[in-house]
């Protein structure tokens, strides 16, 4: 048990992990790049990486020195073919991870109304291009609560955080004389059609459940260790599992939606993971890296394979 609890320590603590990962997620992507801008989308991923690390060493939610939840996050992304093309949504994650940045930086701060507006900023921009973020909006407001730092100011800040990148968005469009392309968002997003999943690829499904599985079993021993961490940690992890269960209501409200919120799913569960296997040095934290290690060889040969047979 010692042997197995110093290869989990030099994994989770090791400095030759994330070079390490580094190299076999380069080696996904050059197996899986096609004729798009694949190249793109992995220096999107790459940008989301360092700003995951200014995330842990800001505000401490790993109570230990890490960059696993950096190894995680680019290996679930990696392998997660269908995120690889570059779009729209590509942006998301980076997007995301900078209004999360501000959001935490606003717990019980004398004057949160620039951290607020600069989160739900952030928040905004990613949803003009993913429409669907924007319902994150309101768990964003009511977190206010718990991270003791509503007030009227930061209320009123949030709101025009949300509401700028829109108005530039319709001037843009005014000045264009192409107004519809401001609404059609607003009209996408009404149109609900619950579990739905039709239109939605195998290998995203498959990768879905996978991840979300094990998010989930990350996200209950966090729940019932949570005692552990300091009151700050815990409201940050606490929060990141909020947004992680919210997810999953769109992604079943909205399976067309998969590609964007999945990689929403995928910020949470790179930090719940992270925290998980860099804290927890038990019988069961042993077991679960080898069938978390199983599950991305799984995944990565399935959506390789996949993506080859469909190209056949």
Do not use: Q
């Given at each position: 048990?010692?042997?197995?609890?110093?290869?989990q320590t030099a994994i989770a603590t090791g400095r030759f992990t994330l070079p390490v990962v580094a190299i076999i997620v380069l080696f996904i992507w050059l197996i899986s790049m096609g004729p798009g801008t694949e190249v793109i989308n992995m220096l999107l991923f790459a940008a989301t990486g360092y700003l995951l690390i200014e995330l842990n060493t800001t505000f401490s939610l790993i109570r230990v020195r890490t960059t696993l939840h950096v190894s995680i996050y680019w290996i679930a992304t990696?392998?997660?073919?269908?995120?690889?093309?570059?779009n729209a949504s590509s942006f998301i994650p980076l997007l995301f991870t900078a209004s999360l940045f501000f959001f935490l930086n606003s717990y019980e701060h004398t004057n949160p109304?620039?951290?607020?507006?600069?989160?739900?900023?952030?928040?905004?921009?990613?949803?003009?291009?993913?429409?669907?973020?924007?319902?994150?909006?309101?768990?964003?407001?009511?977190?206010?609560?718990?991270?003791?730092?509503?007030?009227?100011?930061?209320i009123l800040a949030a709101l025009i955080g949300l509401a700028t990148p829109y108005w530039f968005f319709f001037a843009y469009t005014f000045l264009t004389?192409?107004?519809?392309?401001?609404?059609?968002?607003?009209?996408?997003?009404?149109?609900?059609?619950?579990?739905?999943?039709?239109?939605?690829g195998l290998g995203e499904i498959v990768t879905s459940i996978v991840i979300l599985s094990l998010s989930f079993i990350c996200s209950i021993y966090y729940i019932s260790s949570s005692y552990l961490d300091r009151i700050r940690s815990r409201a940050s992890l606490?929060?990141?599992?909020?947004?992680?269960?919210?997810?999953?209501?769109?992604?079943?409200?909205?399976?067309?939606?998969?590609?964007?919120?999945m990689q929403i799913q995928i910020l949470c569960y790179s930090l719940l993971a992270g925290h998980f296997f860099a804290v927890n040095k038990n019988r069961f934290s042993n077991i679960f890296l080898i069938i978390t290690i199983i599950c991305f060889i799984f995944l990565a040969v399935f959506n390789i394979w996949t993506q080859f047979f469909s190209f056949l």
């Open positions: 048990m010692k042997k197995r609890n110093k290869i990696s392998v997660c073919i269908f995120l690889h093309p570059f109304a620039p951290s607020i507006f600069s989160s739900a900023l952030f928040l905004s921009a990613a949803s003009i291009l993913f429409p669907y973020i924007i319902y994150y909006a309101p768990l964003l407001i009511l977190s206010m609560i718990s991270f003791r730092c509503m007030n009227v100011k930061s004389d192409n107004t519809d392309i401001f609404f059609l968002p607003f009209a996408e997003i009404t149109k609900i059609s619950p579990m739905d999943f039709s239109k939605v606490t929060f990141i599992i909020l947004i992680e269960l919210w997810g999953v209501v769109l992604w079943l409200l909205y399976p067309s939606t998969t590609v964007g919120i």
